[in-house]
């Protein structure tokens, strides 16, 4: 399978865990994205890499979020001391910077559920 | 504010019939996405407009970018059940970084026999 991997699939927690996801994008890909989507919405970007730069963060990744990409391949997303409005599906994206239309493929997310 | 705004949000639809969903952003952009998503399932890309006047078509889905009127529309022709779906339209900020992606709250299409 050459698309973007992501796991766990799903991640159920309790408030104030720690909780971790992985994201392997496509192999050649040089951009990678994270997203947060709740029910009945778009997603919503939270930070993205240009290799294992990390080039733009959102205002709604808090403290608590962390993101790595340590040698430009896989992406880790961190979240801290869990919160019930933490509950979505985070989805990972990757692009080749030098596609002109930089198209996005997404990954199939991890949906977290904080209890 | 950066939004995107799309109607409608809900649509059902006979099979055979056409319609059109129309997606409103407001600021410039010079491209806009439009992706599909099933139930429990990630995006998948349909089109990437970059210019105005952009049309593209890909079996019975056409696209099309008036950048003018910060509008796109997304029209189906003769609805088949397989394209029950929820579609987004997502505008680029643009400047570094195409791929930081402002989306609507989708559209989701039913479509009935």
């Known amino acids: 399978d050459t698309g973007v991997s992501q796991n766990p699939r799903h991640k159920i927690t309790k408030r104030g865990q720690n909780v971790t996801f992985r994201c392997d994008p496509i192999s050649e890909h040089n951009r990678l994205y994270w997203y947060r989507q709740t029910l009945g919405q778009g997603p919503e970007f939270l930070t993205y890499f240009q290799n294992e730069a990390q080039l733009e963060k959102s205002r709604l990744l808090s403290d608590r979020f962390s993101a790595e990409r340590p040698k430009g391949s896989f992406s880790t997303l961190e979240i801290q001391r869990t919160e019930q409005g933490d509950s979505a599906m985070y989805l990972c994206?990757?692009?080749?910077?030098?596609?002109?239309?930089?198209?996005?493929?997404f990954g199939s997310g991890t949906q977290l559920s904080v209890l | 504010e950066l939004k995107v705004e799309q109607n409608p949000l809900f649509l059902s639809m006979q099979e055979g019939k056409n319609y059109t969903i129309y997606c409103n952003y407001s600021?410039?952009?010079?491209?806009l996405y439009w992706y599909r998503q099933d139930p429990g399932k990630s995006l998948e890309s349909l089109f990437v407009?970059?210019?105005?006047?952009a049309v593209k078509q890909e079996g019975r889905l056409m696209a099309s970018l008036d950048t003018k009127a910060r509008l796109s529309t997304l029209h189906i022709t003769a609805a088949v059940h397989d394209l029950s779906a929820t579609y987004f339209c997502?505008?680029?900020?643009?400047?570094?970084?195409?791929?930081?992606?402002?989306f609507g709250k989708g559209t989701k299409l039913s479509v009935k026999p």
């Open positions: 997502a505008y680029s900020k643009g400047g570094g970084s195409q791929g930081n992606l402002i």
């Open positions: 994206a990757s692009s080749l910077w030098e596609d002109v239309n930089e198209k996005l493929f």
């Open positions: 407009l970059l210019s105005n006047g």
């Open positions: 600021t410039t952009s010079d491209r």
